[in-house]
């Protein structure tokens, strides 16, 4: 997937524990790890915002996108 989770980079440099976080936000422990190892196909606003808050960060500290060449490849295109 072309998206990558980056939030254990802002955990750490914030000094924090995924424990802690998702105790503060209102998430289980269970759910932040498995959006952690992004194994969650989507995350809500209102927990991306959360998140944020929480970590005083921008949504773009906790994701990244590593573009994929075939993302924007059209069905037809190579075929003659």
């Known amino acids: 997937m072309p998206i990558v ?3 254990d980079g ?3 440099a914030r000094k924090r524990k995924a ?3 998702a105790a ?3 998430v289980s422990e269970t759910h932040l790890s498995l959006f952690r190892s992004g194994k969650v ?3 809500r606003f209102s927990t991306l915002a ?3 808050a929480a970590l005083d960060c921008q949504p773009g500290d906790l994701l990244a996108y ?3 060449p075939n993302d924007l490849a059209s069905p ?3 075929e003659e």
Request: charged share 30%; hydrophobic share 40%; proline share 4%.
């Open 24 to 26: 503060a936000i209102g």
């Open 10 to 12: 802002v955990l750490a």
């Open 76 to 78: 037809d295109e190579g």
């Open 50 to 52: 959360k998140l944020c």
């Open 41 to 43: 196909r989507g995350v």
């Open 5 to 7: 989770i980056t939030i």
């Open 19 to 21: 424990k802690e976080l």
């Open 66 to 68: 590593q573009p994929d």
